[in-house]
C-alpha cells in the first residue's frame, strides 16, 4: 500500500468544513483543466455558469439520505449509538449496523430507539467491525424518520442540529437508502439549476445508493482485486437514451459527484460506446492507469487522503495535477469534506 502514500496529506482540523456554507452555491470552486494541466480559483461555485456550455449534460444522483442514526437503549438504560446499514432480507427486519459499545451487550439481548419503545430491535451477533440487529416486524424509511436522524459524517464530530437535515439532503434528493450524502450535489440550488438549463444545459438523474464503506479506509485486498464496497445503482431507459443522444451529438457529459460517475463508468460500453439501461451492484474501483470515457467533466468536493475517492479524482485526471490542485487547496485554505469547498475538472 507504499503507493497510496502518493496521496497522503496533513489536513489541518480548522480546514474541515464542520458546517455548511451560508447558502448552497457560496462554496469557494476550484476550476481544473486538465488537457492544458492549469487550475485556478474562483469566488462562488455558482460562478461555474460561465464555464458551462450550451448541450452539457449533468447527471446528478437523486438519492435521499435516510433518517438511520438511531439512539438505542437497554432495559438497564445504557446508550448505544447505531446506524442502519442496510437489511440483509427482503422483509427488512435483519439489519446490518455500526453498533457503539456493543462488547457490553449480550446475545438476544434488546434494544428499543429512545423515547420509541414500541420499536424494537434483538442483538445477534457481529462479524468483523458490524454488528447484526433483529427487528419482529418490518422496518421502513418512514419508521427510520420516526426515531431516526439523519447520519452526518463522523468526522465532523458534533451533533445533527435542524439545518443538518434540509442541508445534508441535495436538491435532486428523491430516493431513500443512502446513509452519506452525494456531496457534490450539496452545491447546487434551485436557481443555479433552472439559470443553466436556460443556458442550454440539461441535467439527467442516476440513483446510486451511498454506503458506509464510502467512509471506510482503502484495504490491500481491494487493492489488489479492485473492488470497493458493493452499493445499489440504478439507471434508467430515459436517461441512458438521453445521455446516448447527447454521446452521439459530441456534447459534454458532467458528473455531479464521485457517486454518478461510479454508476456511469459502471454501465458505459466502451466497445460499443453506448450507456446501458440497468439495476444492480457495484464495486467498480477507479484509480490511476485506468481510462474514463463516460464522462468528460466532473464535479466534486476535496476528499479524504489516501481514499478511493481521492484516487478515482486522480483516475479522471492525471494524479499529478490533481494532488498539485489539493496542494493548493491546502495552502489557500479550502474547506474539505462534505461541507466543503468544491471543484470542477473538465
Known amino acids: 500500500m507504499d503507493f497510496l502514500n502518493e496521496f497522503d496529506f496533513h489536513l489541518p482540523e480548522e480546514q474541515i468544513a464542520r458546517f455548511p456554507a451560508?447558502?448552497?452555491?457560496?462554496?469557494?470552486?476550484?476550476?481544473?483543466?486538465?488537457?492544458?494541466?492549469?487550475?485556478?480559483?474562483?469566488?462562488?461555485?455558482?460562478?461555474?455558469?460561465?464555464w458551462v456550455k450550451p448541450g452539457d449534460v449533468f447527471v446528478y444522483n437523486e438519492t435521499k439520505v435516510s433518517y438511520r442514526?438511531?439512539?438505542?437503549?437497554?432495559?438497564?438504560?445504557?446508550?448505544?449509538?447505531?446506524?442502519?446499514?442496510?437489511?440483509?432480507?427482503?422483509?427488512?427486519?435483519?439489519?446490518?449496523?455500526?453498533?457503539?459499545?456493543?462488547?457490553?451487550?449480550?446475545?438476544?439481548?434488546?434494544?428499543?430507539?429512545?423515547?420509541?419503545?414500541?420499536f424494537s430491535?434483538?442483538?445477534?451477533?457481529?462479524?468483523?467491525?458490524?454488528?447484526?440487529?433483529?427487528s419482529e416486524n418490518t422496518v421502513t424509511d418512514s419508521d427510520f424518520e420516526i426515531f431516526g436522524t439523519i447520519p452526518i459524517p463522523p468526522y465532523l464530530k458534533r451533533n445533527v442540529t435542524e439545518e443538518?437535515?434540509?442541508?445534508?439532503?441535495?436538491?435532486?434528493?428523491?430516493?431513500?437508502?443512502?446513509?452519506?450524502?452525494?456531496?457534490?450535489?450539496?452545491?447546487?440550488?434551485?436557481?443555479?439549476?433552472?439559470?443553466?438549463?436556460?443556458?442550454?444545459?440539461?441535467?439527467?438523474?442516476?440513483?446510486?445508493?451511498?454506503?458506509?464503506?464510502?467512509?471506510?479506509?482503502?484495504?490491500?485486498?481491494?487493492?489488489?482485486?479492485?473492488?470497493?464496497?458493493?452499493?445499489?445503482?440504478?439507471?434508467?431507459?430515459?436517461?441512458?437514451?438521453?445521455?446516448?443522444?447527447?454521446?452521439?451529438a459530441g456534447r459534454r457529459v458532467i458528473a455531479i459527484g464521485t457517486t454518478s460517475l461510479r454508476v456511469l463508468e459502471t454501465v458505459f460500453d466502451s466497445q460499443q460506446q453506448k450507456y446501458k439501461v440497468g439495476v444492480g451492484q457495484t464495486d467498480i474501483f477507479l484509480s490511476p492507469g485506468d481510462k474514463i470515457e463516460s464522462v468528460q467533466g466532473l464535479i466534486t468536493n476535496f476528499h479524504l487522503p489516501k481514499s478511493s475517492l481521492l484516487l478515482l479524482v486522480s483516475a479522471f485526471a492525471n494524479s499529478r495535477l490533481v494532488m498539485n490542485a489539493y496542494r493548493y487547496a491546502l495552502q489557500n485554505k479550502f474547506r474539505f469534506y462534505s461541507y466543503g469547498d468544491s471543484m470542477f475538472l473538465f
Open 22 to 50: 451560508k447558502n448552497r452555491d457560496e462554496s469557494r470552486l476550484l476550476l481544473v483543466d486538465k488537457t492544458a494541466e492549469r487550475f485556478w480559483e474562483t469566488p462562488f461555485f455558482r460562478d461555474i455558469r460561465e
Open 69 to 118: 442514526r438511531v439512539y438505542l437503549q437497554v432495559t438497564s438504560g445504557r446508550i448505544h449509538e447505531s446506524i442502519f446499514l442496510e437489511a440483509e432480507d427482503d422483509g427488512s427486519r435483519i439489519w446490518t449496523c455500526i453498533l457503539k459499545n456493543r462488547a457490553k451487550l449480550k446475545l438476544g439481548e434488546v434494544l428499543t430507539p429512545v423515547g420509541f419503545p414500541s
Open 121 to 134: 430491535f434483538r442483538y445477534e451477533g457481529k462479524k468483523e467491525e458490524l454488528s447484526t440487529l433483529v
Open 164 to 248: 443538518d437535515k434540509l442541508r445534508y439532503q441535495t436538491i435532486f434528493a428523491k430516493k431513500s437508502g443512502s446513509v452519506a450524502a452525494p456531496t457534490a450535489g450539496l452545491h447546487f440550488t434551485e436557481s443555479l439549476r433552472k439559470e443553466l438549463q436556460n443556458h442550454g444545459a440539461e441535467f439527467l438523474p442516476v440513483e446510486l445508493q451511498v454506503g458506509y464503506g464510502t467512509f471506510r479506509p482503502l484495504t490491500a485486498e481491494q487493492w489488489q482485486t479492485k473492488t470497493l464496497h458493493k452499493e445499489r445503482y440504478e439507471i434508467t431507459e430515459v436517461t441512458a437514451s438521453r445521455l446516448n443522444d447527447a454521446k452521439k
